[in-house]
């Protein structure tokens, strides 16, 4: 497939693919293989469908003032990336797999995650269990404690952030993000439960003072 202007894909009006049927009633499969073949207008209507959903993953991730830009990155490198694209895994997963390195390459590049924890030594790797297994999300009944969840989940180590956004606030399974992400379930499990365990280690002390 010869080279296509990743803005014009970004902006490209949804009209009429050489599919007869409407670009709106196709399978994200089909888009892609579409837009592989130099269609345009299928790649934005693939970029239409799936973009509030990567910008909320963004604004969970990283806040929403960063989530636009980096909304731009993950569709971008899709876009580069469609010849990569083998369809081993659903479309959104794939998407799901190019969020989390670019939030991971984000705070690597910027050195972000030493500044976030400098003098937070407190917060180990995997805190011990905790007789509440709820996960943190499920204690944030009021907007305030949400803005702390989502506060919280912007201090998770990178590797942990994706896989506790998916689980415990996009509701994927267990297998879903293992194949998005490329990592057995087992690695999945652990990842999520060390993210959840500093959670805890951050919100804890803050909703039983609410409590209060």
Same mark, same amino acid.
């Given at each position: ?33 579409? =837009?592989? &073949? *130099? /269609?345009?207008? #299928? ?5 239409? %469908?799936?973009?509030?959903?990567? +910008? $909320? ?82 204690? =944030?009944? &009021? *907007? /305030?404690?949400? #803005? ?5 989940? %912007?201090?998770?180590?990178?590797? +942990? $952030? ?51």
């Amino acid at each position: 497939m010869g080279p296509i202007p990743v803005e014009d894909a970004l902006r490209a009006p949804l009209e009429a693919a050489s599919d007869p049927r409407s670009l709106a009633t196709l399978p994200d499969e089909e888009l892609i293989a579409l =837009a592989r &073949s *130099g /269609e345009q207008a #299928a790649f934005g209507e693939f970029v239409e %469908r799936h973009s509030r959903t990567v +910008y $909320r993953w963004m604004a969970r991730s990283v806040g929403e003032q960063e989530a636009e830009d980096l909304t731009q990155e993950v569709f971008l490198k899709a876009f580069r990336g469609l010849d990569r694209f083998r369809g081993e895994a659903p479309p959104r997963a794939w998407l799901a797999s190019i969020a989390d390195n670019s939030v991971k390459n984000r705070y690597r590049a910027r050195g972000r995650f030493r500044r976030i924890f400098a003098g937070s030594a407190d917060v180990p790797d995997c805190p011990d269990a905790v007789a509440d297994e709820r996960s943190p999300e499920e204690h =944030a009944g &009021s *907007g /305030e404690a949400r #803005a702390l969840v989502t506060d919280a989940l %912007r201090k998770l180590c990178p590797e +942990y $952030r994706m896989p506790v956004v998916l689980r415990d606030l996009e509701d994927w399974s267990y297998e879903e993000i293992a194949a998005s992400l490329a990592i057995p379930v087992g690695t999945v499990k652990s990842r999520i439960a060390r993210g959840r365990g500093q959670l805890r280690t951050i919100l804890l002390p803050i909703l039983r003072g609410q409590e209060r």
